[in-house]
């Protein structure tokens, strides 16, 4: 069997090659993150809001590239060639304003860090937070030992 260059498969000059590898890309992170979700929660090892936090992020990236790509010649042609049912999933996914609203405001609460002492909004998310896990209970030690763990795994992958 002949083996193909990632050139050959993505043609760096072509619009649609690179549409395609980031789909690539994304799909992977997406399914990375997840797959580390599952386990974590399985485990119950303190990383399960590390990983959703994650899946959040790598989804809102993918719907605002898909998004944000809908314009491209290449894409709108490529897209055309589907089977109907993917073109109405696509279509409705982009009228939905998912996009651009919802999963924007779940990703800007999950993905960053609120900030202590700028602005009312930052502030009221994290007071809100503190004050609905006030009773929850945790082993600060095996959580540190958790993360420290998860980072190894990170960084040896």
């Known amino acids: 069997m002949a083996q ?3 050139g050959d498969l993505f043609p760096a000059r072509e619009p649609l090659a690179r549409w395609v590898l980031v789909i690539c890309m994304a799909r992977n992170d997406i399914a990375l993150a997840r797959q580390e979700l599952v386990k974590a929660i399985e485990a119950d090892d303190g990383t399960a809001v ?16 898909l998004h944000d790509s809908q314009g491209v010649e290449e894409v709108k042609a490529f897209m ?16 939905s304003g998912f996009v651009r609203e919802d999963i924007r405001l779940d990703r800007n609460v999950l993905f960053h860090y609120p900030r202590v002492g700028i602005g009312q909004q930052g502030r009221a998310t994290l007071i809100g937070a503190l004050h609905s ?10 959580n540190l030992a958790a993360t420290s763990a998860m980072r190894s795994r990170t960084r040896s992958s």
């Open 4 to 6: 193909a260059s990632i």
């Open 50 to 65: 590390h990983w959703s936090r994650m899946v959040g992020g790598h989804l809102y990236e993918a719907t605002y590239f």
């Open 80 to 95: 055309a060639g589907m089977p109907s049912e993917t073109r109405n999933q696509y279509g409705k996914l982009h009228r």
């Open 133 to 142: 896990a006030k009773h929850l209970r945790t082993n600060v030690a095996s």
